[in-house]
């Protein structure tokens, strides 16, 4: 089984930059993608950004341009750098991936972008 355990959340003011972190462990076998979603409050969960093992990334539309997706495979750990944030990207992030042994979600941190 396959546990991730995310960090970097917070507070922080439009136009400002929030680093996550997410570390997988456990039986992980080969992990194939990893990457971050979010929900909004009433919204319904949606893709932020992914990248695979071998660095092949995709990003929502509405982050393009202000958020990087980047891994360190040899940590099993994927990261979220976000910068210029807007108030519409307050959300619970979550970290996702999909490994040989199956796939996982982390338990959510939030973001908080105050306008």
């Known amino acids: 089984q396959v546990q991730l355990v995310e960090s970097g959340g917070g507070l922080v003011q439009a136009g400002g930059s929030l680093r996550l972190s997410c570390t997988a462990s456990?039986?992980?076998?080969?992990?194939?993608?990893m990457g971050w979603y979010r929900q909004a409050p009433g919204k319904q969960r949606e893709l932020v950004a992914t990248?695979?093992?071998?660095?092949?990334?995709d990003y929502a539309d509405s982050v393009k341009g202000r958020f990087t997706v980047s891994r360190d495979n040899a940590k099993n750990t994927v990261y979220l750098e976000m910068n210029s944030l807007k108030a519409e990207d307050t959300a619970v992030y979550y970290c996702?991936?999909?490994?040989?042994?199956?796939?996982?979600w982390g338990q959510g941190t939030q973001v908080t972008v105050s306008s």
């Open positions: 996702n991936t999909r490994t040989s042994w199956g796939g996982a």
């Open positions: 990248i695979t093992n071998g660095g092949s990334t």
């Open positions: 456990g039986s992980i076998g080969t992990i194939y993608v």
